[in-house]
């Protein structure tokens, strides 16, 4: 079992950063790929980013490509997003999720029902 709980979620002006962050409980995170997804009103959740359990191969949507970073720090259980540039599209509720997905099997890395954990998600509003 592995529990994730976000932070770092607020409210910031268009242009600006924010740095969300995911613990994770249980010995085993480093065994986990780690993913980013969101969901604003009324829409339907979507891939952001996600992390091997490496560390070494990373993905990201094209809509955050060169503006949002993930990473992860094994030592401590957690796995970072940092976001720049931020957009009004870019408001959402954020999740982390935990998964054990092929080193290799890139396409999986999108798709939220190779994910087996989740956390309770943090807020991000971007105003314009």
């Known amino acids: 079992q592995v529990q994730l709980v976000e932070s770092g979620g607020g409210l910031v002006q268009a242009g600006g950063s924010l740095r969300l962050s995911c613990a994770a409980s249980g010995r085993t995170f480093s065994s986990y790929a780690m993913g980013w997804f969101r969901q604003a009103p009324g829409k339907e959740r979507e891939f952001v980013a996600a992390i091997s359990w490496t560390g070494l191969n990373k993905y990201y949507a094209d809509s955050v490509k060169g503006r949002f970073t993930i990473s992860r720090d094994n030592a401590k259980n957690t796995v970072y997003l940092q976001m720049n540039i931020l957009k009004p599209e870019d408001t959402a509720v954020y999740y982390c999720?935990?998964?054990?997905?092929?080193?290799?099997?890139?396409?999986?890395?999108?798709?939220?029902?190779?994910?087996?954990?989740w956390g309770q998600g943090t807020q991000v509003t971007v105003s314009s």
């Open positions: 999720a935990a998964g054990i997905i092929h080193l290799y099997s890139g396409s999986s890395y999108y798709r939220d029902t190779a994910y087996d954990y």
